[in-house]
């Protein structure tokens, strides 16, 4: 990896200042399905730019990605890349000690992916590439330290009843909601070092099932971020419609569903002081008892427009709780 990093990090250096933007140019169109956002290549350094192509497209992809740019700068004269082999002698009585290495890490943590080819992402890289379908992403890995996690029992459409845990998760730069379907409470406790590989990322939220894999790593592997950020109301209206959000905010004013008619909600009027907002909930758990002073807990609530009106819409696996 090193001989292939050091190769490609030679060819970018013999571009001029006006061809390496020009190359940064054409990475922005290039036709992937994972593509690298363009903040990060605006102001990125050859040395990081490699860093980045290799963490993008693995060492072999990246090699062919910049051969494809640099025909367009054009620069056909450092075409076509030759990566030579590494040769390393190795002892057959002791092992390396990369070997010696890799075998302790595998005793105290597997976190090698399960899906070959699929790359670790941060979790503001996640947010950038604006994914917005609920297809498994098996080419992703993200790291995060779980800060919150809350038990959720539901009877989703179709009358069956689901366990979900509602989570924020962060790494060095950023947090994240995740929801976690019918999983075990071990694989996912508050406060753990984890890894998640081929989940659905949709409206700011990933989801993990059955199927996707969850990895423990060790404490030290991940630092987070100082800061969790706190949407205020006024952030929360700017959101795109559909995006998930939480948020913990005083009750001004309620009203309780029309008794007979199943297609009446209660309707939450919440506020954080400078400004409000109407939270809407379809047959809302019995348990639930409302209280103007109180504070409203939210969880996977989602942003909804009603005849230009902007509410907070509760969803079957949505969590409330007023306390």
Excluded: W
């Amino acid at each position: 990896m090193s001989n292939i990093r050091a190769k490609l990090l030679r060819i970018v250096e013999e571009l001029s200042d006006e061809e390496y933007e020009n190359l940064k140019f054409f990475l922005e169109d290039e036709d992937k399905k994972i593509k690298i956002p363009r903040g990060i290549l605006k102001d990125i350094s050859k040395p990081n730019l490699v860093n980045t192509l290799i963490n993008y497209y693995t060492s072999q992809g990246a090699t062919k990605v910049l051969e494809k740019v640099l025909s367009k700068v054009p620069r056909n004269d450092l075409l076509p890349i030759k990566i030579g082999p590494l040769t390393r002698k190795i002892s057959q009585d002791r092992p390396t000690k990369l070997q010696e290495n890799q075998s302790a890490r595998k005793q105290k943590i597997d976190s090698t992916p399960k899906f070959p080819g699929s790359r670790i992402t941060t979790l503001r890289e996640l947010k950038e590439l604006e994914l917005n379908d609920m297809s498994y992403q098996k080419d992703l890995t993200v790291r995060g330290k779980i800060l919150e996690k809350v038990n959720h029992n539901y009877i989703n459409n179709q009358a069956k009843k689901m366990k979900v845990f509602h989570a924020t998760i962060a790494d060095e730069n950023d947090t994240i909601q995740v929801k976690v379907y019918n999983r075990e409470h071990g694989e996912f406790r508050k406060g753990a070092n984890i890894q998640i590989t081929n989940f659905k990322y949709s409206n700011g939220v990933i989801n993990v099932t059955r199927n996707s894999q969850i990895n423990k790593l060790a404490s030290k592997v991940i630092k987070t971020t100082k800061e969790v950020p706190v949407l205020s109301l006024r952030e929360i209206k700017q959101k795109p419609e559909g995006t998930f959000v939480n948020g913990c905010f005083e009750i001004t004013t309620f009203s309780q569903p029309i008794k007979g008619k199943d297609k009446s909600p209660l309707r939450i009027t919440i506020t954080d002081g400078s400004d409000q907002i109407n939270v809407i909930i379809f047959k809302p758990p019995k348990i639930l008892s409302c209280e103007i002073g109180k504070y409203l807990k939210m969880l996977g609530i989602k942003v909804n427009v009603y005849k230009k009106e902007i509410q907070l819409r509760h969803q079957c696996d949505s969590y409330v709780k007023v306390q």
